[in-house]
């Protein structure tokens, strides 16, 4: 599969604290994307990171990017009930296609 | 951003019917879209890829015969999963694209997904 691996599976954390999820992927990447999904819901687009970036920031979101290790992170910060939700990482291999490939998600859950 | 519906949200049916999912864009003309499926807890994985007055392109491992596309125009796309069974049950996402010549990159604008039940 070509599925990207996301860690951790679930992560439970109190309100105010950082939540931080990592995703790994297999090819070499056009840009890698962040989507939230709340449950049962569709996918909203939270940050892209390009391949030539190393970091970016959105709020209280921070995304990196290591290509050689094939890999990102989200940090979100001061995190809120309201964040409960999953992540899933997206990317994009070429620009000879306009398929995603997701990750395998991470469920957060934020504890008033 | 753009929006994205899908209809129905919910449909349960009976076993051996066919039912259709249709994905529309409203307020952009999508070049692409995408079928995804997506299993309790568990990731989104691509079924086809669709492009007006063309004939979609399935996944390996997609039953093209099972999961008919058309994408009859640059806002409508429909899925209709033909003589359904309960294995088809799932959570079915379409999402639409802009196209990357815009911004760049692979936009994609996701409907909020259909839950089928087949009994």
């Known amino acids: 599969s070509q599925q990207g691996e996301e860690d951790p599976q679930a992560l439970s954390i109190q309100e105010g604290e950082n939540a931080t999820m990592n995703c790994s992927y297999k090819?070499?990447?056009?840009?890698l994307q962040w989507y939230r999904q709340n449950s049962g819901r569709g996918l909203v687009h939270l940050i892209l990171?390009?391949?030539?970036?190393r970091e970016k920031h959105s709020g209280r979101l921070r995304v990196t990017l290591d290509t050689s290790k094939k890999s990102s992170s989200l940090l979100i910060t001061a995190s809120r009930a309201a964040d409960t939700a999953s992540y899933f990482c997206?990317?994009?291999?070429?620009?000879?296609?306009?398929?995603?490939?997701f990750g395998t998600g991470t469920r957060l859950q934020v504890f008033p | 951003g753009a929006v994205v519906s899908q209809h129905p949200s919910r449909v349960i049916c009976k076993s051996g019917t066919s039912v259709k999912i249709e994905c529309r864009s409203l307020?952009?003309?999508?070049?692409?879209m995408f079928w995804y499926r997506q299993f309790p807890k568990q990731s989104l994985m691509l079924m086809a890829t669709?492009?007006?007055?063309?004939?979609?392109?399935?996944e390996q491992g997609v039953e093209k015969d099972k999961f008919l596309i058309n994408h009859a125009s640059l806002t409508l796309s429909t899925l209709t999963v033909t003589s359904a069974h309960p294995e088809d049950s799932s959570f079915y996402i379409c999402?639409?694209?802009?196209?990357?010549?815009?911004?760049?990159?692979?936009?994609?604008?996701f409907g909020p997904g259909t839950r089928l039940t087949v009994l």
């Open positions: 999402s639409a694209g802009t196209g990357r010549a815009l911004v760049g990159y692979n936009e994609q604008f």
């Open positions: 090819t070499s990447i056009n840009n």
């Open positions: 990171i390009r391949s030539n970036e």
């Open positions: 997206a990317t994009d291999r070429s620009y000879n296609t306009d398929k995603l490939i």
């Open positions: 307020d952009f003309q999508a070049t692409t």
């Open positions: 669709s492009n007006e007055g063309s004939k979609a392109t399935y």
